[in-house]
């Protein structure tokens, strides 16, 4: 039986360090469906001996659990949090009470057959493994597996609403990993909501040279710009094959990411890219969709499709280096703060899609 399988303590064990006193019950943010967010009372779950208990400073809402095939009825909400040691059991060696940290929700094994090919989001165990009950809520259980293998220190001089950018633009980082970016490629992203920014902003980091951003909202196109694009095109303008090709030099992309989940804007990407050169899938479609290519251009043109789901722990821990060196700056995408009792509110505002982007909640 592993830490997680087996059963909760339902009360605080003795041995339990406390930061602080801990409630029994606690507001959490529940999904029923796309326009019936609820808030819960549900109780603060017990730890054991080698788990933690964090008091969560922000969450931040993501454009995934808006997407009404991704999130089930009874959903507890949330993952990309931030939080304060506030609880640790007696076997907890490697963090303490105080300590502020970042925990990947998921996490998968170091020796199964997709973890040893490098593939470690893709082990059946990552999507098993969650944070109790979830980070719409003040206090969340700590495993000892996430423990183990995805926690991370949050440097002091890191805002809590920067920290909740950890685990998304993590997933953005993989991604531009998998596209074999070489020095001075350039790179086409096709929707510019916070993941698209998020490829527009650390796109350069791995070396890419000029960067294009391409997205129907003139807003969204400004904060573009402000997030490092190069240029900007608004696809609504006609031909963005030809205008891509007058800002670069007679040649489309290097590396395409496709920001948005459908089929019509893989397609649309897909246009962009030089061949030879890579598309990367950085959103995923609704499934049981199909998406065509022509069977010729696929063979004669030598383009890469690439993908890559969530994060891992090197993702994680390499996101946050960069974040702490001043690397990136994400505040341009922080566009909204609110409290967990207008999680309601928030989460509409996230459906909207329209003059926001990164939606922090403060339990």
């Known amino acids: ?95 303490s009470l105080g300590q502020r940290l970042f925990v990947n929700h998921h996490i ?10 490098g593939h470690y989001t893709l082990d059946p165990a990552y999507k098993a493994s969650r944070l109790d009950p979830g980070e719409m809520a003040r206090y969340v259980r700590v495993s000892a597996r996430h423990l183990e293998t995805d926690t991370q220190v949050v440097p002091d001089d890191i805002p809590d609403d920067v920290a909740t950018t950890i685990e998304p633009w993590s997933c953005v980082l993989g991604g531009l990993k998998t596209c074999g970016i070489l020095p001075g490629d350039t790179v086409a992203v096709v929707g510019a909501g916070f993941m698209g920014l998020g490829f527009v902003h650390l796109a350069s980091r791995l070396g890419a040279g000029r960067v294009v951003a391409s997205d129907f909202s003139a ?14 095109l608004d696809p609504s303008d006609g031909d963005t094959a030809a205008r891509l090709r007058e800002l670069n030099d007679g040649l489309l992309a290097d590396v395409a990411v496709v920001a948005a989940p459908s089929t019509a804007t893989y397609s649309a990407a897909r246009a962009l890219v030089e061949p030879g050169g890579t598309l990367h ?6 499934p049981g969709t199909v998406w065509e290519q022509d069977a010729a251009d696929a063979y004669f043109q030598e383009v890469t499709v690439t993908s890559k789901y969530s994060a891992d722990h090197r993702d994680t821990h390499q996101y946050l280096r960069l974040l702490a060196a001043g690397r990136v700056d994400p505040r341009p995408a922080i566009t909204h703060h609110f409290p967990l009792s207008r999680l309601p509110e928030a989460f509409a505002l996230l459906r909207a899609a329209g003059e926001s982007l990164k939606i922090v909640i403060h339990p």
Do not use: N
């Open 219 to 232: 807003w969204r196109r400004g904060k573009a710009l402000e997030l490092g694009a190069s240029e900007v």
């Open 281 to 286: 899938l950085g959103a995923p479609g609704r």
């Open 108 to 117: 998968g094994r170091m020796s199964s057959h997709q973890a040893l090919r």
């Open 1 to 95: 039986m592993t830490t997680q399988d087996r059963p909760r303590p339902t009360t605080f064990d003795a041995g339990i360090r406390t930061l602080e006193e801990i409630p029994a019950t606690q507001d959490v943010g529940v999904y029923y469906g796309p326009e019936d967010i609820r808030l819960e009372q549900r109780p603060v779950p017990a730890i054991g001996a080698d788990e933690v208990l964090l008091r969560l400073t922000a969450s931040a809402l993501c454009g995934g659990e808006a997407m009404d095939w991704y999130s089930g009825p009874g959903k507890v909400l949330g993952h990309e949090g931030v939080g304060v040691v506030v609880a640790a059991g007696p076997d907890v060696e490697d963090f």
